[in-house]
């Protein structure tokens, strides 16, 4: 059982930046593959991030170049650096595990919110 929880979110200009954080329960903290999705107010859910167990990252193309995914093993955290923002980038994140090996994430965090002023 993983417990996730986010933080980090607030508002910010377009250009500027904020760092998600993704702590997370479990002694195994380090073999599951953590992502980062968001949604947006009448908008499907769609990922932006994830970081394997191996440290393989995979970033959505809106996002390339703007966000960077990493891992603290030791902290069992997950940040997400979201640099250059755009309004397009308001949403709520979410952080999701899912478990080597598996495509399904049955752990999700409650969620947290970006706001990017034009």
């Known amino acids: 059982q993983v417990q996730l929880v986010e933080s980090g979110g607030g508002l910010v200009q377009a250009g500027g930046s904020l760092r998600l954080s993704c702590a997370a329960s479990?002694?195994?903290?380090?073999?599951?593959?953590i992502s980062w999705f968001r949604q947006a107010p009448g908008k499907e859910r769609g990922n932006v991030a994830a970081?394997?167990?191996?440290?393989?990252?995979y970033y959505a193309d809106s996002v390339k170049g703007r966000f960077t995914i990493s891992r603290d093993n030791a902290k069992n955290t997950v940040y997400l650096q979201m640099n250059s923002l755009k309004p397009e980038d308001t949403a709520v994140y979410y952080c999701?595990?899912?478990?080597?090996?598996?495509?399904?994430?049955?752990?999700w965090g409650q969620g947290t919110q970006v706001t990017v002023s034009s």
């Open positions: 479990g002694r195994t903290f380090s073999t599951y593959t």
């Open positions: 970081i394997s167990w191996r440290n393989s990252t």
């Open positions: 999701a595990a899912r478990v080597r090996g598996t495509m399904e994430y049955p752990y």
